[in-house]
């Protein structure tokens, strides 16, 4: 994949729910453009273009990030505070994509600027849906700043 063609940042550390993502996005038509990272240091270094995203140009940043709440070495919430926090990253697009269900956090995403926060459902036929519907909404829809 060519750092040029990014358009979704998604970072999500369970191999089982990134694969099932991918395969919903790519079913969708939404996975021509995306970038998997593990954990939430490699979403930094991805956004702030550090480690092995270095020669990523500062022109090229992804149009909507994905983000799940529990990764390892830096959390999601960290990763959506930080992204939310900068004057050049905070108008993208974050969708919370997790397995949480708890109102704290809901609520400390919200507050921190998630623009959606959306529950994993368990059945991969809603799975599947749900994703189709949020690569929908945030790439073709929603009109998002160039």
């Given at each position: 994949?060519?750092?040029?063609?990014?358009?979704?940042?998604?970072?999500?550390?369970?191999?089982?729910?990134?694969?099932?993502?991918?395969?919903?996005?790519?079913?969708?038509?939404f996975?021509?453009?995306?970038?998997?990272?593990?954990?939430?240091?490699?979403?930094?270094?991805?956004?702030?273009?550090?480690?092995?995203?270095?020669?990523?140009?500062?022109?090229?940043?992804?149009?909507?990030?994905?983000?799940?709440?529990?990764?390892?070495?830096?959390?999601?919430?960290?990763?959506?505070?930080?992204i939310?926090?900068?004057p050049?990253l905070?108008?993208?697009?974050?969708?919370?994509?997790?397995?949480?269900?708890?109102?704290?956090?809901?609520?400390?995403?919200?507050?921190?600027?998630?623009?959606?926060?959306i529950?994993?459902?368990?059945?991969?036929?809603?799975?599947?849906?749900?994703?189709?519907?949020?690569?929908?909404?945030?790439?073709?829809?929603?009109?998002?700043?160039?």
């Open positions: 994949m060519e750092h040029t063609d990014i358009e979704i940042l998604f970072a999500e550390d369970s191999d089982d729910d990134a694969m099932l993502t991918i395969r919903a996005l790519k079913k969708s038509g996975a021509n453009k995306l970038h998997h990272v593990k954990n939430g240091a490699e979403a930094i270094d991805f956004m702030y273009r550090k480690g092995v995203y270095a020669s990523r140009s500062i022109k090229e940043q992804p149009k909507l990030i994905l983000l799940d709440l529990k990764m390892p070495l830096v959390s999601g919430m960290e990763v959506l505070e930080k939310k926090s900068d050049d905070r108008t993208i697009p974050v969708v919370i994509l997790t397995s949480s269900k708890e109102d704290p956090d809901i609520q400390k995403a919200y507050a921190l600027g998630a623009n959606s926060y529950t994993k459902p368990v059945e991969s036929d809603n799975f599947f849906q749900a994703i189709k519907e949020l690569g929908l909404y945030w790439m073709v829809i929603s009109q998002l700043s160039a």
